[in-house]
């Protein structure tokens, strides 16, 4: 069963970032698949810290609300399917010039987090 200490040992990618005297200063860390999840902090540690105090909340709180939890993004690991889609919406998504793969991939990704 993937419990909270499955999906919190996976490799998820954190982008950290300074914040400008304006705003501030300090880091703002934010993880590459949940760029809702956030933190931040006077040094890149402890905005990375924050943001992992964060990810466990949401974790904690998706798991215990039945949630579809995305495991980290490889780009490595895609399969080919064979999808049957009505001739309509392939033209569409040609005239509207969208990446097929994409396009799909990000639907499902959208319905299976609701």
């Known amino acids: 069963m993937k ?4 999906y919190l040992s996976l490799p998820y990618e954190i982008i950290v970032l300074p914040i400008s005297q304006d705003e501030g200063g300090g880091y703002l860390a934010r993880y ?8 931040d902090g006077e040094s890149e540690q402890e905005a990375i ?3 992992k105090k964060a990810f466990a909340f949401v974790i904690e709180t998706d798991l215990k609300e039945g949630k579809f939890i995305k495991e980290p993004s490889n780009e490595n690991e895609k399969v080919r399917v064979n999808v049957v889609l009505p001739r309509f919406v392939l033209d569409e998504m040609k005239a509207r010039n969208l990446n097929r793969s994409q396009f799909l991939t990000n639907l499902a ?6």
């Open 32 to 39: 590459k698949d949940f760029p809702y999840i956030m933190g």
């Open 109 to 114: 990704i959208e319905a299976l987090s609701t």
């Open 3 to 6: 419990d909270s200490k499955y």
């Open 49 to 51: 810290n924050d943001a």
